[in-house]
């Protein structure tokens, strides 16, 4: 083992030059170097109470990975993530590790946390340049599983399945596997080959991965049943975009930020080879101040807009990574905060502004943030002629509509046994932000992680 760096900030990883990178999609961060990895590794107390352990989702044993980059063993660091994780390289790109298992770090006490989500993207990145991709085929076990959507939770819940030998079948509504992965997060933040890559990792171990099949449409629930499926989990996402309501949200030049995102990154509308239909914009607003805003903020502006996110609180109450509001920053991404869209503003039937009005912080709401309240005669108009609607997004209801048995609530989310993530009808399972609305990506993983072991369980019986 090196010896132990007492040092009480992170190695920094390199990034791309924010003037250079807001003209280009290509990756922000760069990566470690191997001797940066070691290094950052050697920061790692190797706690015997093991607590960043109990800040991942998916239960990652992050102390004994790290003592394997500590010494160099980078291929034994692989091992020991892929027992847990079936998704490193992109768990390491975009976890919100800072409230997961970087949270949970005692080197946060007095400095900042070990670099865990670094650590585990080198691993990952390394493990993919160097060794031979596995060909592990686990014996048939004779069962057969149906997963719906080819999101994080629902290829997690495929890959744990086959590795005990189910033959898992996941229908996949778009052309392309991924889910958010592939048609919302952008190729600066994830490269979509890594996901690609991934994604192969797990048909290898023999998930057959059928894709442009709606599940709901093309066939239903009870007719993959009916196929021999005796399970069916459901990890469909919530793509459904949510609208504010307000007056000019018909205009030509409104459009959500899914819908956006997916024509930047499924569509390809960043490739001068690929003629996209996109709404590019000269002045772009984008409405809100989560992930997904900063999100399309960032593609606004490298497909050469000039671009002003709109939210209703203080920076202090963004959902949004805090990286990555400082990225949009350092981008150049303008913000207007405190403030909120009360009507959009056309001539004929296009967007020409924004009308808003000042807010001031209340006492805190349900959420535990400070309530937002407009401050009476203080509005003004910003110009645009696009603008970006980031709001949150709620589960599709053509899953529920579609399958007797299942229940949801009232914000369409389906309801499941939190301990084995089954539905009110039996061995339909779901996970994911189709249970939860818009969460995160690792969540969505132990949730696929979590309700595997359940069907596990109900197909083939308790194992020692
Ligand atoms: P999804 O990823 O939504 O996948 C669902 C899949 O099901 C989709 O492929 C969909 O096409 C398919 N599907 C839907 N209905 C059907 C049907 N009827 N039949 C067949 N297939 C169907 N999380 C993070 O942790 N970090 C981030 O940095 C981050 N950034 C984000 C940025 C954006 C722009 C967005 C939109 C989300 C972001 N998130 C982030 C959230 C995260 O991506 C989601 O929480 C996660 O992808 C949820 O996984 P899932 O498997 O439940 O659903
Ligand atoms: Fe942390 Fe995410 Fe890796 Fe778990 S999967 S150790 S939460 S970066
Ligand atoms: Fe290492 Fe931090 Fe985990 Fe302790 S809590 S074992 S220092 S990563």
Redo the contacts with the bound molecule.
């Keep these: 083992m090196s010896e132990r760096n007492l040092s009480a900030v992170k190695v920094e990883m390199p990034v791309q030059d924010p003037q250079v990178r807001a003209q280009n999609f290509e990756e922000v961060a760069l990566g470690y170097t191997p001797e940066m990895a070691r290094e950052e590794a050697a920061r790692c107390l190797q706690c015997r109470h093991r607590p960043c352990v109990s800040g991942c989702p998916v239960g990652v044993r992050i102390p004994d990975f790290i003592a394997r980059v500590a010494e160099g063993d980078f291929a034994g660091a692989y091992r020991v993530i892929r027992e847990n994780n079936a998704l490193p390289a992109v768990c390491g790109r ?3 590790q800072e409230s997961q298992c970087e949270s949970k770090c005692v080197r946060g006490i007095k400095g900042e946390p070990v670099a865990i989500g670094r650590l585990e993207r080198f691993v990952a990145d390394w493990a993919r340049e160097h060794l031979p991709a596995e060909e592990v085929r686990p014996e048939p076990n004779g069962h057969k599983v149906a997963v ?8 997690t819940c495929a890959g744990e399945l086959a590795k005990l030998g189910y033959a898992v079948t996941v ?4 052309h392309t ?9 952008p190729e600066f ?1 994830l490269p979509k080959y890594i996901v690609h890559k991934e994604v192969e990792g797990l048909e290898r171990l023999g998930v057959h991965i059928l894709t442009d ?5 093309t066939e239903s629930v009870d007719e993959l049943m009916a196929q021999g499926f005796e399970a069916v989990f459901i ?5 459904l975009p949510r609208f504010m309501g307000i007056d000019g949200e018909e205009l030509g030049g409104v459009v959500s ?2 819908e956006y ?1 997916t024509r930047v990154n499924l569509m390809k509308a960043y490739k001068d080879e690929y003629d996209t239909p996109i709404r590019r914009g000269k002045k772009v607003i984008v409405v809100g101040g989560g ?2 805003a900063m ?2 903020a960032r593609c606004a502006k490298r497909l050469g807009a000039e671009v002003t996110v709109v939210y209703r609180r203080s920076e202090e109450e963004m959902p949004a ?1 805090r990286e ?1 509001i400082h990225h949009a920053k350092e981008e150049g991404v303008a913000f207007r905060l405190l403030c909120n869209p009360v009507k959009i503003e056309g001539a004929g039937s296009l967007v020409t502004g924004v009308t808003c009005i000042e807010m001031q912080l209340g006492e805190p709401d349900a959420s535990g943030r400070r309530r937002p309240e407009p401050v009476a005669g203080s509005e003004f108009t910003l110009e645009a002629d696009t603008v970006i609607m980031a709001l949150g ?1 709620s589960p ?1 209801p ?2 529920h509509r579609t399958t007797p048995g299942l229940s949801t609530d009232r914000h369409g989310c389906i309801i499941v046994d939190e301990a084995t993530m089954e539905t009110a009808r039996e061995k339909v399972y779901a ?4 249970v939860t609305g ?7 993983m132990g949730a ?1 992680k979590k309700a595997a072991a359940a069907i596990d369980a109900a197909l083939s019986g308790p194992r020692d």
């Design positions: 975009v976890c919100p719906v959507g080819a999101g994080p939770s629902g290829l229908f996949e509504a778009l596997p991924g889910g958010v992965l592939s048609y919302g997060i933040r099949t709606v599940i709901g449409r990890g469909s996402g919530a793509g930020a899914n995102l992930n997904v999100d399309a990574r990555e997004t599709n053509l899953l996970g994911g932000d189709a818009a969460a995160t990506v690792i969540l969505a696929g």
